[in-house]
């Protein structure tokens, strides 16, 4: 007998459904399922809070804008959507980990 295929729906995996030992928390499983039952529903995923804003040991900033071509901003937007980020978000985390060798 074959097992069942594997469902994936915007990186939430919704069947076969994932078992508690898979998480590291019962706070992360609930979470997992309470995502679950959303999508079954036909609701929105929940809202994400905000982090807090980081702040520098200066407590200055400087920013910097970048232009993408459409096609790169449509795959920046595409993987930020996956990892529940906005785009500008994605981006500033990709300049900070290529700026910082990580």
């Known amino acids: 007998m ?4 594997l469902i994936v729906r915007g990186g939430l995996q ?3 459904l994932r078992r508690r030992e898979e998480f590291e928390s019962s706070d992360a499983f609930f979470d997992y399922i309470e995502e679950v039952n ?3 529903n036909g609701l929105p995923p929940r809202k994400r809070a905000r982090a807090p ?5 200066k407590g200055e900033y400087r920013q910097v804008g970048v232009k993408l071509d459409p096609d790169d901003y449509e795959r920046l ?3 930020a959507k996956e990892h ?5 978000t994605l981006a ?10 990580d």
């Open 84 to 88: 529940g980020v906005s785009a500008t």
């Open 53 to 57: 804003a980081a702040s520098s040991a």
């Open 38 to 40: 959303r999508y079954n």
């Open 77 to 79: 937007a595409a993987a």
């Open 14 to 16: 919704v069947f076969p």
């Open 92 to 101: 500033r985390i990709l300049v900070v980990a290529a700026v910082r060798g």
């Open 2 to 5: 074959s097992e069942a295929p």
